[in-house]
Nanobody
Framework: QVQLVESGGGSVQAGGSLRLSCAASGDSGNCVAWFRQPPGKEREGLATIWTAIGTITYTDSVPGRFTVSQDRAKNTVYLQIDNLKPEDTGMYYC????????????????????WGQGTQVIVSS
């Protein structure tokens, strides 16, 4: 059973940057996805990474300010958010799943079963 632990969130002013981490222990499958849940809204998928080869796919709604990367030696996936805006406020989650036919499942909550506890990001203007 995989365990995912997010970290790196915090309270920042608009224009700042944060790097969120998702550390995995155990078999995380092949795919890790990042999600965001703004206050009072549904959780939305941001991106996936096929950890075996590093293929990253962003959803169409993700701004170019978001960058996913990984450190395979540390079994950790990152989400870098630059030029933070108040609308980036929310809980950020990572989740894991196995690839299907050599592709990561789309970052929809029903496609991912192993979740971290989330890390909170608060951006003030």
């Amino acid at each position: 059973q995989v365990q995912l632990v997010e970290s790196g969130g915090g309270s920042v002013q608009a224009g700042g940057s944060l790097r969120l981490s998702c550390a995995a222990s155990g078999d995380s499958g092949n795919c890790v996805a990042w999600f965001r849940q703004p206050p009072g809204k549904e959780r939305e998928g941001l991106a996936t990474i096929w950890t075996a080869i590093g293929t990253i796919t962003y959803t169409d709604s993700v701004p170019g300010r978001f960058t996913v990367s990984q450190d395979r030696a540390k079994n950790t996936v990152y989400l870098q958010i630059d030029n933070l805006k108040p609308e980036d406020t929310g809980m950020y989650y990572c989740a894991a799943a196995s690839a299907i036919r050599y592709r990561c499942p789309r970052p929809e909550t029903t496609n991912y079963v192993n979740w971290g506890q989330g890390t909170q990001v608060i951006v003030s203007s």
